[in-house]
């Protein structure tokens, strides 16, 4: 991003933010799909990220390249209001005895395939420090560079690095945990498939 455009975004030209909202929305959005596993709720928080955004436009650093990472660290908020939020409103149900359905988002995002896979990681980094997902999620699944991840976090480089570390060698045996029962139920359909199959040739 040029420095003109970061002058006058900065400056709160609506042009320029409409500018910055068709470059960077949907890399907004994906983020926050993996983030929660909700198509919906990626759709308020990106509203509401975008809303924040234009409110702190003057905290944006007058040069530098893309905002990118200014934006993620402005959704990582968001998303933590949003938990938040969210857990207050299930306490808040509790007390009032009113049995819930749980939210179990049935769609994933188009760039990864295996669904047993993604669902297993969602649930294993929802067991991950908040601080070690915060920055799994943007530097692994949005890409960002330890400087941006820093940025967007306003944390030491330093610091990004030893939450990625530990982020990732506690989520694949976080994972490997998600997975071994739906391993389990594949193999248990596959045999029970196999002996309708020889039942019914006999």
Same mark, same amino acid.
């Given at each position: 991003m040029t420095h003109t455009l970061r002058a006058? @975004?900065?400056? %709160?030209?609506?042009?320029? !933010? %409409? +500018? /910055? !909202?068709?470059e960077h929305a949907g890399q907004v959005h994906r983020h926050v799909v993996?983030? &929660?596993?909700?198509?919906? &709720?990626?759709?308020? *928080? *990106?509203s509401l990220t975008f809303f924040e955004a234009w409110r702190l436009r003057e905290? /944006? $650093?007058?040069?530098?390249?893309? *905002? @990118?990472?200014? @934006?993620l660290g402005i959704a990582t908020n968001v998303l933590r209001n949003t938990r938040r939020a969210a857990r207050r409103h299930s306490a808040a149900l509790s007390r009032l005895r009113i049995e819930t359905v749980p939210d179990l988002a049935d769609e994933v995002t188009d760039r990864m395939r295996d669904a047993d896979r993604l669902t297993a990681a969602v649930a294993a980094l929802k067991r991950l420090r908040p601080a070690d997902r915060? *920055? !799994?999620m943007l530097c692994v699944w949005s890409g960002l560079e330890y400087a941006q991840a820093a940025e967007a976090l306003g944390v030491p480089i330093g610091t990004i690095r030893s939450r990625l570390s530990r982020a990732r060698a506690r989520l694949r045996d976080l994972t490997e945990m998600e @997975?071994?029962?739906?391993? %389990?139920q594949v193999q %248990?359909? $596959?045999?029970?498939?196999?002996?309708?199959? +020889?039942e019914e040739t006999r």
């Open positions: 006058r @975004l900065r400056a %709160g030209d609506p042009a320029a !933010f %409409g +500018q /910055v !909202f068709d993996r983030a &929660t596993g909700s198509w919906a &709720t990626a759709e308020d *928080v *990106v905290s /944006v $650093r007058p040069d530098g390249d893309s *905002v @990118l990472p200014w @934006l915060e *920055v !799994f @997975l071994a029962p739906r391993r %389990g %248990g359909g $596959r045999i029970k498939a196999a002996r309708s199959h +020889q």
